[in-house]
């Protein structure tokens, strides 16, 4: 059998609204921690789109493990924090420096000390030139990581270019 509790104020009448005194104000609480949630976990998706800005010259150039493509890597920010962060890849040939465009590239960020990647998928878009743009490159503990790079098509090439994240 279910018991209903009866809702009854300190006269001896149900308040029109269905709370008691006390039940009100803990309610009123709730929605406004709950509101204060909301707002707060949607800006911080906002602050994911800020504007990318990248150094002139790059953190790093790795050469590919075919040694077929010559790989510059800038991150923003720079250095790179915790959490999410953008990648500029500049691709050229190592033969004769021309920019390789058409390249399908897949990044996958690693922490080779854990053994575990990101369960966010970084988004890559060609840019023309050799440049690639990589977003939503989360790294979201601090200590090393290895943002291991493949690249297919005209050219196949892997690249593993690393950052030390405080």
């Known amino acids: 059998m279910y018991q ?6 300190a006269a001896g009448r149900r308040p029109s609204h269905g709370c008691l005194p006390g039940e009100r104000a803990a309610l009123r609480s709730f ?6 949630l909301t707002a707060t976990s949607c800006s911080s998706q906002g602050s994911a789109q800020q504007t990318l800005s990248f150094a002139a010259q790059p953190d790093m150039v790795e ?11 800038r991150a923003s920010p720079d250095p790179p924090w915790q959490g999410t962060i953008a990648v500029a890849l500049s691709v050229t040939n190592t033969s004769d420096g021309s920019p390789v465009d058409g390249l399908t590239v897949t990044m996958v960020p690693w922490m080779p ?9 970084p988004v890559v878009t060609a840019e023309g030139g050799g440049k690639y743009l ?10 090393y990581w290895a943002l291991q790079t493949s690249f297919s098509g005209p050219t ?3 690249v593993a270019p690393g950052y030390n994240v405080p």
């Open 4 to 9: 209903f509790r009866q809702l009854v104020s």
């Open 31 to 36: 929605v406004a921690l709950a509101g204060l």
């Open 63 to 73: 050469t590919g493990m075919n040694d077929a493509l010559r790989v510059a890597v």
């Open 113 to 121: 000390a854990h053994g575990h990647g990101t369960s966010l998928t």
């Open 134 to 143: 990589v977003t939503d490159v989360d790294l979201f503990m601090a200590g």
């Open 156 to 158: 196949a090439d892997y």
